[in-house]
Protein backbone atom coordinates (compact mmCIF):
# COMPACT_ATOMS: atom_id res chain seq x y z
CA UNK A 1 0.00 0.00 0.00
CA UNK A 2 1.44 3.23 -1.02
CA UNK A 3 2.30 5.49 2.19
CA UNK A 4 -0.26 8.65 0.58
CA UNK A 5 -3.27 6.19 0.78
CA UNK A 6 -2.61 4.78 4.16
CA UNK A 7 -2.12 8.87 5.82
CA UNK A 8 -5.77 8.96 3.99
CA UNK A 9 -7.24 6.43 5.87
CA UNK A 10 -5.49 7.82 9.37
CA UNK A 11 -6.75 11.20 8.35
CA UNK A 12 -10.24 9.70 8.37
CA UNK A 13 -9.72 8.01 11.67
CA UNK A 14 -8.61 11.40 13.05
CA UNK A 15 -11.52 13.31 12.29
CA UNK A 16 -13.74 10.98 13.89
CA UNK A 17 -12.07 11.00 17.04
CA UNK A 18 -12.01 15.03 17.34
CA UNK A 19 -15.67 14.53 16.81
CA UNK A 20 -15.97 11.73 19.87
CA UNK A 21 -17.00 12.76 22.96
CA UNK A 22 -14.22 10.67 24.43
CA UNK A 23 -11.35 13.28 22.43
CA UNK A 24 -10.60 14.24 26.15
CA UNK A 25 -10.42 10.93 27.86
CA UNK A 26 -8.32 11.97 31.32
CA UNK A 27 -11.74 13.84 32.68
CA UNK A 28 -13.29 10.73 32.83
CA UNK A 29 -10.56 8.67 35.50
CA UNK A 30 -12.61 9.90 38.27
CA UNK A 31 -15.86 8.11 36.79
CA UNK A 32 -14.44 4.50 36.76
CA UNK A 33 -15.53 1.70 38.96
CA UNK A 34 -13.14 0.44 41.33
CA UNK A 35 -10.95 -1.79 40.18
CA UNK A 36 -11.98 -4.70 42.50
CA UNK A 37 -15.15 -4.57 40.91
CA UNK A 38 -13.98 -5.04 36.89
CA UNK A 39 -11.19 -7.94 38.83
CA UNK A 40 -13.43 -10.01 40.52
CA UNK A 41 -14.18 -12.08 37.30
CA UNK A 42 -10.65 -12.40 36.40
CA UNK A 43 -9.72 -13.46 40.31
CA UNK A 44 -12.16 -15.76 39.78
CA UNK A 45 -10.93 -17.08 36.64
CA UNK A 46 -7.28 -17.80 37.12
CA UNK A 47 -6.86 -19.35 33.58
CA UNK A 48 -7.11 -17.99 30.40
CA UNK A 49 -5.84 -18.85 26.34
CA UNK A 50 -3.45 -16.60 24.56
CA UNK A 51 -3.62 -16.96 20.87
CA UNK A 52 -0.55 -15.38 18.89
CA UNK A 53 -1.20 -15.49 14.80
CA UNK A 54 -0.81 -13.26 11.84
CA UNK A 55 1.05 -13.07 9.10
CA UNK A 56 4.37 -14.48 10.69
CA UNK A 57 2.08 -17.90 11.03
CA UNK A 58 2.02 -18.60 7.94
CA UNK A 59 6.45 -18.78 7.51
CA UNK A 60 6.37 -20.70 10.65
CA UNK A 61 9.40 -18.72 11.59
CA UNK A 62 11.58 -20.05 7.95
CA UNK A 63 12.26 -16.82 5.66
CA UNK A 64 14.24 -17.52 2.24
CA UNK A 65 14.74 -21.57 3.86
CA UNK A 66 16.14 -20.35 6.74
CA UNK A 67 14.95 -20.29 10.19
CA UNK A 68 14.20 -16.52 12.22
CA UNK A 69 13.95 -17.58 15.75
CA UNK A 70 10.79 -15.98 18.03
CA UNK A 71 9.33 -16.40 15.33
CA UNK A 72 6.21 -13.77 15.70
CA UNK A 73 9.85 -11.39 15.78
CA UNK A 74 10.89 -13.08 12.40
CA UNK A 75 10.62 -10.13 10.37
CA UNK A 76 12.85 -7.93 13.22
CA UNK A 77 15.18 -10.92 14.37
CA UNK A 78 15.92 -11.78 10.31
CA UNK A 79 15.75 -8.04 9.05
CA UNK A 80 13.62 -8.40 6.78
CA UNK A 81 12.94 -5.46 4.04
CA UNK A 82 9.33 -3.84 4.62
CA UNK A 83 7.79 -4.22 1.11
CA UNK A 84 9.01 -8.03 1.57
CA UNK A 85 7.29 -8.88 4.47
CA UNK A 86 4.03 -6.84 4.05
CA UNK A 87 3.62 -9.15 0.81
CA UNK A 88 2.77 -11.99 3.52
CA UNK A 89 -0.69 -10.47 3.60
CA UNK A 90 -1.24 -10.98 -0.64
CA UNK A 91 -1.41 -14.97 0.78
CA UNK A 92 -3.01 -14.98 3.67
CA UNK A 93 -5.59 -17.53 3.56
CA UNK A 94 -6.34 -19.72 6.83
CA UNK A 95 -8.87 -21.91 5.47
CA UNK A 96 -8.26 -23.81 7.84
CA UNK A 97 -9.41 -21.61 11.00
CA UNK A 98 -12.42 -22.37 12.75
CA UNK A 99 -13.10 -19.87 15.60
CA UNK A 100 -15.29 -22.24 17.43
CA UNK A 101 -12.82 -25.13 17.77
CA UNK A 102 -10.59 -22.39 19.01
CA UNK A 103 -12.64 -21.62 21.94
CA UNK A 104 -14.18 -25.28 21.97
CA UNK A 105 -10.48 -26.55 22.75
CA UNK A 106 -10.20 -23.57 25.64
CA UNK A 107 -13.15 -24.47 27.07
CA UNK A 108 -12.76 -27.69 27.25
CA UNK A 109 -9.07 -27.29 28.55
CA UNK A 110 -11.09 -25.03 31.68
CA UNK A 111 -9.74 -21.69 30.43
CA UNK A 112 -12.58 -19.16 31.06
CA UNK A 113 -10.91 -15.86 28.79
CA UNK A 114 -9.26 -15.90 25.79
CA UNK A 115 -6.92 -13.04 24.35
CA UNK A 116 -6.31 -12.52 20.81
CA UNK A 117 -3.50 -10.70 19.10
CA UNK A 118 -5.74 -8.55 17.10
CA UNK A 119 -2.15 -6.58 16.27
CA UNK A 120 1.14 -7.59 17.15
CA UNK A 121 4.37 -5.35 16.29
CA UNK A 122 4.41 -6.57 12.60
CA UNK A 123 1.35 -4.07 12.13
CA UNK A 124 -1.10 -6.56 10.55
CA UNK A 125 -4.91 -6.31 11.77
CA UNK A 126 -7.18 -9.56 12.46
CA UNK A 127 -9.93 -6.72 11.98
CA UNK A 128 -11.45 -5.05 9.70
CA UNK A 129 -10.32 -1.51 10.18
CA UNK A 130 -11.95 1.87 8.53
CA UNK A 131 -8.49 3.48 9.48
CA UNK A 132 -6.20 1.14 7.68
CA UNK A 133 -6.07 -1.52 4.68
CA UNK A 134 -3.14 -3.46 5.99
CA UNK A 135 -5.98 -5.86 7.47
CA UNK A 136 -7.73 -9.21 7.12
CA UNK A 137 -9.68 -7.90 5.17
CA UNK A 138 -7.51 -7.00 2.25
CA UNK A 139 -5.96 -10.75 2.29
CA UNK A 140 -7.32 -13.79 -0.20
CA UNK A 141 -9.34 -14.65 3.12
CA UNK A 142 -11.38 -11.08 4.14
CA UNK A 143 -13.14 -12.68 6.84
CA UNK A 144 -12.66 -10.65 9.79
CA UNK A 145 -11.07 -12.98 12.82
CA UNK A 146 -11.83 -10.76 15.73
CA UNK A 147 -15.76 -10.94 14.58
CA UNK A 148 -15.39 -14.67 14.42
CA UNK A 149 -13.57 -14.76 17.65
CA UNK A 150 -16.00 -12.80 20.01
CA UNK A 151 -19.24 -14.54 18.21
CA UNK A 152 -17.66 -17.94 19.12
CA UNK A 153 -16.87 -16.61 23.07
CA UNK A 154 -20.32 -15.71 23.12
CA UNK A 155 -21.72 -18.25 22.22
CA UNK A 156 -19.40 -20.90 24.58
CA UNK A 157 -19.67 -18.35 27.40
CA UNK A 158 -16.33 -17.45 27.61
CA UNK A 159 -14.81 -13.70 28.31
CA UNK A 160 -12.92 -12.46 25.33
CA UNK A 161 -9.72 -10.21 25.22
CA UNK A 162 -7.71 -8.40 22.93
CA UNK A 163 -4.25 -8.23 22.21
CA UNK A 164 -3.30 -4.42 21.04
CA UNK A 165 0.40 -4.00 19.96
CA UNK A 166 1.66 -0.08 20.83
CA UNK A 167 4.63 -1.01 18.82
CA UNK A 168 4.26 -1.39 15.32
CA UNK A 169 6.99 -1.91 12.41
CA UNK A 170 4.10 -0.97 9.58
CA UNK A 171 2.60 2.29 10.35
CA UNK A 172 4.21 5.48 8.19
CA UNK A 173 4.35 7.31 11.36
CA UNK A 174 5.39 5.23 14.20
CA UNK A 175 8.80 6.02 15.46
CA UNK A 176 11.39 5.00 16.20
CA UNK A 177 12.18 2.58 13.04
CA UNK A 178 14.11 -0.51 13.08
CA UNK A 179 17.96 0.43 13.69
CA UNK A 180 18.61 -1.70 10.78
CA UNK A 181 15.78 -0.98 8.32
CA UNK A 182 16.20 1.83 5.30
CA UNK A 183 12.44 2.76 4.90
CA UNK A 184 12.28 6.50 5.07
CA UNK A 185 10.89 8.20 7.97
CA UNK A 186 11.15 11.58 6.40
CA UNK A 187 7.58 13.37 7.49
CA UNK A 188 6.33 10.36 9.96
CA UNK A 189 4.67 12.38 12.99
CA UNK A 190 3.99 10.06 16.08
CA UNK A 191 0.92 11.94 17.09
CA UNK A 192 -0.75 11.30 14.03
CA UNK A 193 0.24 7.82 14.47
CA UNK A 194 -1.62 8.04 17.95
CA UNK A 195 -4.87 9.19 16.68
CA UNK A 196 -4.52 5.88 14.60
CA UNK A 197 -4.38 3.98 17.46
CA UNK A 198 -7.30 5.13 19.30
CA UNK A 199 -8.93 4.86 16.37
CA UNK A 200 -8.61 1.39 15.78
CA UNK A 201 -8.77 0.45 19.45
CA UNK A 202 -12.14 2.52 19.15
CA UNK A 203 -13.15 -0.33 16.19
CA UNK A 204 -12.26 -3.05 18.70
CA UNK A 205 -13.98 -1.50 21.97
CA UNK A 206 -17.21 -0.71 19.91
CA UNK A 207 -18.02 -3.57 17.13
CA UNK A 208 -17.71 -6.47 18.99
CA UNK A 209 -19.71 -6.72 22.46
CA UNK A 210 -18.14 -6.55 25.57
CA UNK A 211 -14.58 -7.01 25.46
CA UNK A 212 -12.86 -8.16 29.07
CA UNK A 213 -9.40 -7.41 28.57
CA UNK A 214 -7.25 -5.01 26.83
CA UNK A 215 -3.67 -7.20 26.62
CA UNK A 216 -1.23 -3.78 25.78
CA UNK A 217 2.66 -4.81 24.54
CA UNK A 218 5.38 -3.11 22.88
CA UNK A 219 5.35 -0.30 25.26
CA UNK A 220 9.31 -0.17 25.67
CA UNK A 221 10.29 2.45 22.93
CA UNK A 222 11.47 5.95 23.94
CA UNK A 223 8.33 7.27 22.01
CA UNK A 224 5.69 6.04 24.69
CA UNK A 225 5.72 7.86 27.68
CA UNK A 226 3.32 7.46 31.06
CA UNK A 227 1.43 10.61 30.13
CA UNK A 228 0.48 8.79 27.08
CA UNK A 229 0.05 5.51 29.21
CA UNK A 230 -2.53 7.04 31.43
CA UNK A 231 -4.52 9.20 28.31
CA UNK A 232 -4.90 5.78 26.25
CA UNK A 233 -6.02 4.18 29.50
CA UNK A 234 -8.64 6.58 30.14
CA UNK A 235 -9.67 6.43 26.80
CA UNK A 236 -10.39 2.82 26.61
CA UNK A 237 -12.34 3.40 30.09
CA UNK A 238 -14.34 6.05 28.38
CA UNK A 239 -15.08 3.67 25.56
CA UNK A 240 -15.48 0.31 27.98
CA UNK A 241 -15.74 1.19 31.62
CA UNK A 242 -15.11 -2.65 32.97
CA UNK A 243 -12.33 -3.19 30.50
CA UNK A 244 -9.51 -4.95 32.77
CA UNK A 245 -6.36 -3.41 31.46
CA UNK A 246 -2.58 -5.33 31.85
CA UNK A 247 0.37 -2.71 33.18
CA UNK A 248 2.04 -3.40 29.79
CA UNK A 249 0.34 -0.41 28.42
CA UNK A 250 2.73 1.84 30.85
CA UNK A 251 6.46 2.44 31.16
CA UNK A 252 8.33 1.75 34.07
CA UNK A 253 7.94 2.98 37.54
CA UNK A 254 11.09 5.80 37.51
CA UNK A 255 12.99 5.82 40.42
CA UNK A 256 11.91 9.52 41.60
CA UNK A 257 8.80 8.59 41.26
CA UNK A 258 6.68 11.27 43.06
CA UNK A 259 3.74 10.96 45.90
CA UNK A 260 0.62 9.60 44.50
CA UNK A 261 2.14 8.24 41.08
CA UNK A 262 -0.27 5.17 39.68
CA UNK A 263 1.19 3.29 36.89
CA UNK A 264 -1.37 2.79 34.06
CA UNK A 265 -3.30 -0.75 34.09
CA UNK A 266 -4.99 -3.30 36.65
CA UNK A 267 -2.37 -5.92 36.89
CA UNK A 268 1.22 -7.11 36.36
CA UNK A 269 2.22 -9.38 33.58
CA UNK A 270 5.68 -12.17 34.18
CA UNK A 271 6.33 -13.65 30.60
CA UNK A 272 7.12 -16.80 30.92
CA UNK A 273 7.84 -17.30 34.57
CA UNK A 274 6.07 -17.57 37.65
CA UNK A 275 7.33 -15.61 40.65
CA UNK A 276 9.21 -17.27 43.13
CA UNK A 277 7.21 -16.19 45.43
CA UNK A 278 4.27 -14.73 44.12
CA UNK A 279 3.96 -11.26 43.69
CA UNK A 280 1.45 -10.72 47.43
CA UNK A 281 -0.86 -7.44 47.15
CA UNK A 282 -0.46 -7.31 42.80
CA UNK A 283 -2.34 -8.85 40.68
CA UNK A 284 -0.67 -10.40 38.13
CA UNK A 285 -0.73 -13.36 35.17
CA UNK A 286 1.71 -15.18 34.04
CA UNK A 287 2.44 -15.56 30.31
CA UNK A 288 3.56 -18.61 29.18
CA UNK A 289 4.25 -20.57 25.88
CA UNK A 290 3.54 -24.42 25.54
CA UNK A 291 6.82 -24.92 23.97
CA UNK A 292 9.81 -21.75 23.40
CA UNK A 293 7.66 -19.59 20.90
CA UNK A 294 4.87 -17.11 20.94
CA UNK A 295 3.44 -17.42 17.15
CA UNK A 296 3.78 -21.04 15.30
CA UNK A 297 6.95 -22.62 15.05
CA UNK A 298 7.80 -25.41 12.39
CA UNK A 299 11.26 -25.77 14.30
CA UNK A 300 10.21 -25.65 17.73
CA UNK A 301 9.63 -29.14 18.85
CA UNK A 302 10.15 -28.47 23.14
CA UNK A 303 6.70 -29.05 23.97
CA UNK A 304 6.09 -28.84 27.75
CA UNK A 305 4.47 -32.38 28.90
CA UNK A 306 0.53 -32.34 30.14
CA UNK A 307 2.03 -32.98 33.96
CA UNK A 308 4.47 -30.05 33.47
CA UNK A 309 1.28 -27.69 32.25
CA UNK A 310 -0.93 -28.75 35.13
CA UNK A 311 2.34 -28.20 37.41
CA UNK A 312 2.51 -24.83 35.98
CA UNK A 313 -1.33 -24.15 36.34
CA UNK A 314 -1.19 -24.95 39.67
CA UNK A 315 1.91 -23.23 40.49
CA UNK A 316 0.67 -19.96 39.51
CA UNK A 317 -2.96 -20.51 41.01
CA UNK A 318 -0.82 -21.23 44.38
CA UNK A 319 0.98 -18.20 44.74
CA UNK A 320 -2.22 -16.03 43.82
CA UNK A 321 -1.47 -15.27 39.87
CA UNK A 322 -3.46 -16.02 36.72
CA UNK A 323 -2.06 -18.65 33.86
CA UNK A 324 -2.19 -17.34 30.50
CA UNK A 325 -1.60 -20.23 28.51
CA UNK A 326 -0.28 -19.64 24.40
CA UNK A 327 -1.32 -21.46 21.19
CA UNK A 328 0.39 -20.35 17.81
CA UNK A 329 -2.18 -21.54 15.34
CA UNK A 330 -0.31 -23.11 12.09
CA UNK A 331 -0.80 -20.51 9.17
CA UNK A 332 -4.04 -22.18 7.87
CA UNK A 333 -5.97 -21.72 11.26
CA UNK A 334 -5.37 -25.18 12.81
CA UNK A 335 -3.72 -25.65 16.23
CA UNK A 336 -0.86 -27.54 16.51
CA UNK A 337 -1.80 -31.11 17.83
CA UNK A 338 0.80 -30.74 20.14
CA UNK A 339 -1.46 -27.87 21.31
CA UNK A 340 -4.11 -29.65 21.04
CA UNK A 341 -2.93 -32.67 23.06
CA UNK A 342 -1.84 -30.38 25.87
CA UNK A 343 -4.77 -28.96 25.60
CA UNK A 344 -6.77 -31.56 26.27
CA UNK A 345 -4.52 -32.63 29.03
CA UNK A 346 -5.02 -30.30 31.83
CA UNK A 347 -8.94 -30.60 30.65
CA UNK A 348 -9.03 -33.82 31.67
CA UNK A 349 -7.26 -32.98 35.09
CA UNK A 350 -9.55 -29.64 35.42
CA UNK A 351 -12.81 -31.30 34.82
CA UNK A 352 -11.33 -33.59 38.23
CA UNK A 353 -9.38 -30.81 40.44
CA UNK A 354 -11.20 -27.50 39.17
CA UNK A 355 -12.26 -26.45 42.32
CA UNK A 356 -8.32 -26.17 43.30
CA UNK A 357 -8.15 -23.13 40.33
CA UNK A 358 -11.38 -21.35 39.85
CA UNK A 359 -11.72 -18.91 42.91
CA UNK A 360 -8.81 -19.79 45.25
CA UNK A 361 -6.36 -17.82 46.58
CA UNK A 362 -2.84 -18.09 47.73
CA UNK A 363 -1.48 -20.33 50.14
CA UNK A 364 -2.14 -18.93 53.79
CA UNK A 365 0.90 -20.98 55.17
CA UNK A 366 4.27 -18.81 55.69
CA UNK A 367 5.70 -22.39 56.65
CA UNK A 368 4.92 -25.01 54.50
CA UNK A 369 3.28 -28.15 55.96
CA UNK A 370 5.81 -30.95 56.54
CA UNK A 371 5.70 -34.50 57.95
CA UNK A 372 5.76 -34.80 61.36
CA UNK A 373 9.18 -35.00 62.40
CA UNK A 374 10.97 -33.42 59.63
CA UNK A 375 10.82 -29.64 58.61
CA UNK A 376 11.64 -30.58 55.21
CA UNK A 377 8.49 -29.10 53.19
CA UNK A 378 6.16 -31.37 51.67
CA UNK A 379 5.68 -31.82 47.89
CA UNK A 380 2.69 -30.09 47.85
CA UNK A 381 1.29 -26.84 46.48
CA UNK A 382 -1.48 -25.30 48.57
CA UNK A 383 -4.53 -22.91 47.03
CA UNK A 384 -7.37 -21.85 49.92
CA UNK A 385 -11.17 -20.24 49.35
CA UNK A 386 -13.00 -19.05 51.99
CA UNK A 387 -13.81 -22.37 53.44
CA UNK A 388 -11.56 -25.04 52.22
CA UNK A 389 -8.15 -25.57 51.68
CA UNK A 390 -6.43 -27.78 48.46
CA UNK A 391 -3.68 -30.18 49.16
CA UNK A 392 -2.19 -30.36 44.97
CA UNK A 393 0.18 -33.26 45.46
CA UNK A 394 3.55 -32.64 42.76
CA UNK A 395 4.48 -35.98 44.82
CA UNK A 396 2.56 -37.86 46.67
CA UNK A 397 3.05 -37.13 50.29
CA UNK A 398 1.52 -40.54 52.17
CA UNK A 399 2.37 -40.02 56.13
CA UNK A 400 1.14 -38.02 58.39
CA UNK A 401 1.11 -33.86 57.67
CA UNK A 402 1.82 -30.64 60.05
CA UNK A 403 -0.40 -28.32 58.88
CA UNK A 404 1.76 -24.89 60.95
CA UNK A 405 -0.71 -22.77 61.84
CA UNK A 406 -4.39 -24.34 60.89
CA UNK A 407 -5.97 -25.10 64.51
CA UNK A 408 -9.32 -25.62 63.55
CA UNK A 409 -10.54 -28.89 62.16
CA UNK A 410 -11.84 -29.98 59.11
CA UNK A 411 -15.37 -30.65 59.20
CA UNK A 412 -14.80 -32.95 55.79
CA UNK A 413 -12.09 -33.96 53.42
CA UNK A 414 -11.20 -36.19 50.47
CA UNK A 415 -8.88 -36.22 47.52
CA UNK A 416 -10.66 -35.09 44.60
CA UNK A 417 -12.08 -37.96 42.43
CA UNK A 418 -10.95 -40.67 44.72
CA UNK A 419 -13.33 -40.74 47.40
CA UNK A 420 -12.51 -44.33 48.50
CA UNK A 421 -8.84 -42.76 49.76
CA UNK A 422 -8.72 -42.96 53.61
CA UNK A 423 -8.16 -39.20 55.43
CA UNK A 424 -7.38 -38.77 59.12
CA UNK A 425 -6.87 -35.65 60.76
CA UNK A 426 -6.48 -34.17 64.17
CA UNK A 427 -5.13 -31.68 66.47
CA UNK A 428 -1.43 -31.08 67.62
CA UNK A 429 0.19 -27.95 68.81
CA UNK A 430 2.19 -26.76 65.69
CA UNK A 431 -1.14 -27.29 64.05
CA UNK A 432 -3.94 -29.69 62.21
CA UNK A 433 -2.33 -32.98 60.82
CA UNK A 434 -3.89 -35.13 58.35
CA UNK A 435 -3.11 -38.68 57.88
CA UNK A 436 -2.74 -40.42 54.39
CA UNK A 437 -1.59 -43.67 53.25
CA UNK A 438 1.75 -43.79 51.79
CA UNK A 439 0.39 -44.99 48.64
CA UNK A 440 -1.72 -42.47 46.68
CA UNK A 441 -3.85 -43.23 43.76
CA UNK A 442 -2.55 -43.07 40.31
CA UNK A 443 -3.78 -40.15 39.46
CA UNK A 444 -2.00 -36.56 37.94
CA UNK A 445 -0.93 -34.32 40.41
CA UNK A 446 -4.12 -35.55 42.98
CA UNK A 447 -5.45 -32.99 45.13
CA UNK A 448 -6.67 -33.22 48.77
CA UNK A 449 -9.66 -30.81 49.87
CA UNK A 450 -10.14 -30.23 53.20
CA UNK A 451 -13.66 -28.22 54.27
CA UNK A 452 -14.53 -26.33 56.76
CA UNK A 453 -16.98 -25.17 59.06
CA UNK A 454 -15.69 -21.32 59.07
CA UNK A 455 -13.50 -19.32 57.55
CA UNK A 456 -10.09 -20.60 56.94
CA UNK A 457 -7.56 -19.01 59.72
CA UNK A 458 -4.09 -19.98 59.66
CA UNK A 459 -2.15 -17.79 62.89
CA UNK A 460 1.10 -17.04 60.88
CA UNK A 461 -0.36 -16.13 57.73
CA UNK A 462 2.22 -14.62 54.89
CA UNK A 463 1.60 -10.91 54.81
Known amino acids: MHRRDFLAHCVGGTAALAASPYASPLARLTTQPPAADRMAWWRDARFGMFLHFGLYSEPGGEWEGKP ?9 NAKIPHESYIRLADTFNPVALDADAWVRAARDAGQRYVVLTTKHHEG ?35 K ?16 PRRDWEQRDATGADFARYLAFMKAQLRELLTRYGDVAVLWFDGQWES ?20 VIINDRIDVGVPRDAPPGYRRGGDYTTPENTVPERGLPGTDWESCMTMNRNWGYAKDDQEWKSVP ?16 LLNVGPRGDGRFPDESLAG ?43 DRALHLVHTEWAGGTLVLP ?9 AVLGHPDVPVRWSTS ?26 AVQVRDVRE
Open 405 to 413: GLHDLPRAG
Open 124 to 158: FALFDSAVSRYTVRYTPYRRDICADLARACRRYGL
Open 429 to 454: PEGVTVTLPERGPVALLPVLELSFSR
Open 160 to 175: LGWYYSIMDWYHPDYL
Open 68 to 76: TGAHEWMRH
Open 343 to 385: LAGIGTWMRTNSRAIYGTRATPFARAPHHVGTDTPAPLRITCT
Open 223 to 242: TWTHTAALELEAYCRGLMPD
Open 308 to 323: ALVSLLVETASKGGNL
